[in-house]
């Protein structure tokens, strides 16, 4: 059964600081792996979408990357901002209509 | 507008009444999910649809029911709503065909059941 751990539950960093999220995951028979970010009292946006076949994806300042073979993928975020600050999750797809998410990481981001 | 739109936001009941949450989307997908949210379980999904005659019970289904009223439209319901249903409910959609699958969130309900 798959099962999506994301470690530190919660991270406080300053700043302007380079930080890295974790997402690890138990099956490495996944399509996709997705990272969304939830702010709190909305839904969750899709931040980055890293297929199988790929290593890594680049939006701005945000790079994901992924390794299959060692079940992990890593959301880095440069410079950070307070804007950053919100509750963010990864989800793998397995297919046909299975996403299974983690339980998220909780950023927050001092001025 | 939202792309996904949920009603309504937040919802306060008592135990045994029965609850609708509806979820209307312009996406025009074809597929649409309704998940769940609890602090530290994640997100688990309830019932998908793959279209209007297409419903399929997700992991956690008992004590919900759902209806595929057109392609656009995708409503949860609770016949008779208790304590341990209280959480945040998600209605997301994604594009048949589309080989990424990427789901589309609407913005969320709470539900509180006293």
């Known amino acids: 059964k798959q099962e999506v751990t994301q470690i530190p539950a919660a991270l406080s960093v300053p700043e302007g600081e380079n930080l890295v999220l974790n997402c690890s995951f138990t099956d490495s028979a996944i399509y996709n792996l997705q990272w969304f970010r939830q702010d709190p009292g909305k839904g969750l946006t899709s931040l980055l979408l890293i297929q199988s076949s790929q290593r890594e994806q680049t939006s701005g300042r945000l790079n994901a990357s992924l390794d299959k073979s060692s079940g992990r993928s890593t959301l880095y975020i440069a410079a950070s901002q307070p804007g950053d600050s919100a509750t963010y999750l990864c989800?793998?797809?397995?297919?046909?209509?299975?996403?299974?998410f983690g339980t998220g990481t909780r950023l927050k981001v001092l001025a | 507008d939202a792309d996904v739109t949920q009603t309504p936001r937040n919802r306060i009941t008592k135990t045994g009444k029965r609850i609708m949450l509806e979820c209307s989307q312009t996406?025009?997908?074809?597929?649409m999910y309704w998940y769940r949210q609890d602090p530290g379980l994640g997100l688990r999904l309830i019932y998908y649809?793959?279209?209007?005659?297409?419903?399929n019970k997700g992991e956690i289904s008992d004590g919900y029911s759902v209806s595929r009223q057109a392609q656009a439209k995708f409503s949860l319901s609770l016949e008779s709503a208790i304590p341990n249903q209280t959480a945040l409910y998600f209605c997301?959609?994604?594009?048949?065909?589309?080989?990424?699958?990427?789901?589309?969130f609407g913005a969320g309900s709470r539900l509180t059941v006293l």
């Open positions: 997301a959609t994604s594009e048949r065909g589309s080989g990424a699958n990427v789901l589309t």
């Open positions: 996406k025009g997908h074809d597929r």
């Open positions: 989800a793998v797809f397995a297919g046909t209509y299975k996403y299974i």
């Open positions: 649809s793959f279209d209007v005659k297409d419903i």
